[in-house]
């Protein structure tokens, strides 16, 4: 499986983007997608999760501004970002699982394929 992610960018405080991440490649069954960021200076984290296409969960520092969706004709997953915080600022990789248990949807080794990563720069 490859990944394939897209629409980072430089936005101010309060702005919008939508990320994008597609899926080639042995795609079938239930698989889940999720986002991660990592900031500078700073471990990867969780950000959101699309568990089986069925559910969708976020890490609290995200709630209510994010929203992750999945097109299964497309094999590919959003973000939508608005709402736009400094704090925000990351590189944002989207992951891949097949086999994704819901205990470990927040777990980065959950996840056996990633994407390059996408810039996101949120200015004050």
């Known amino acids: 499986v490859q990944l394939q992610a897209s629409g980072g960018g430089l936005v101010q405080a309060g702005g919008s983007l939508r990320l994008s991440c597609t899926a080639s490649g042995d795609t079938s069954g239930s698989y889940s997608m999720a986002w991660f960021r990592q900031a500078p200076g700073k471990e990867r984290e969780f950000v959101s999760a699309s568990f089986r296409g069925t559910h969708t969960y976020y890490a609290d520092s995200v709630k209510g501004r994010f929203t992750i969706s999945k097109d299964n004709a497309k094999n590919t997953v959003y973000l939508q970002m608005n709402s736009l915080k400094p704090e925000d600022t990351a590189v944002y990789y989207c992951?891949?699982?097949?086999?994704?248990?819901?205990?470990?949807?927040?777990?980065?080794?959950?996840?056996?394929?990633w994407g390059q990563g996408t810039e996101v720069t949120v200015s004050s």
């Open positions: 992951a891949y699982s097949a086999r994704l248990i819901l205990s470990s949807l927040r777990l980065e080794n959950a996840y056996y394929y």
